[in-house]
């Protein structure tokens, strides 16, 4: 399984462009502080860039995703 990328967004999009509004939706945030992950591919990589001072990003190791995706399963 190849590595992904834990985007969170921790600040608000609020006074910026419309265009970067629609980035961070297209990464599938739909509000603040919510955490998704993504593949690590140079699509997700240019728009995290574009919009990474809105974002924190942590690049997660496959064992760790196995992890994540259970406790999530679990939970909901």
Known sequence: ??????IKQI???IGYSKR???TIRALGIKRLQQEVIQPNNPQ???????VRH????EELKPEKIEKTE?????AG
Do not use: H, P, R
Request: positive net charge; proline residues 0%; aromatic residues 0%.
């Open 1 to 6: 399984m190849a590595k992904s990328l834990k």
């Open 11 to 13: 600040k608000s999009a």
């Open 20 to 22: 970067e509004k629609n």
């Open 44 to 50: 997700i990589k240019g728009m995290v860039a574009k």
């Open 54 to 57: 809105l974002l924190q990003v």
């Open 70 to 74: 259970k406790t999530e399963k679990s």
